[in-house]
């Protein structure tokens, strides 16, 4: 087996024959060898036990794809009809007689609470803001 070399900035891992020499740790040499066709390394139980613990935190802050995904759609992103109509009165009709006229006209289930209407009123102005 020839000698191989892995780099990076600060310390280097070299590869000879059955042993492993890495430079810039103070020249610590780790027995290698091969089990069963496998190679392997000796190391402290210690580091290896701190190998483990670094697998085990990197495993709980993996991320997940529900972490980028959105969150569901509000009831008024969800009804279009009611985004228009509430779109149509924010700023012109109180906001108890926007949601009393919209639960005749859309029923109660389409119709957003009092202060989903007013999150959705904000989204609306902050995006024509953008927009002007």
Known sequence: MGA??????????????SGVEISGLGGIDIPSGEISG????TIPLADYAGLLDCKRRLQETE?????????????????????????QNFGLVPMNDILRACKRKFSRSRTPSKSAAYRYWATVRKKSSKSA
Not at 64 to 84: C, H, L, M, W, Y
């Open 38 to 41: 496998v190679e392997v390394v």
């Open 63 to 87: 991320l997940t794809i529900e972490q980028f995904v959105a969150g569901r759609k509000s009831i008024i992103d969800r009804n279009p009809e009611v985004a228009v109509y509430l779109v």
């Open 4 to 17: 191989s070399m892995m780099k990076n900035d600060k310390q280097s891992i070299r590869f000879v024959g």
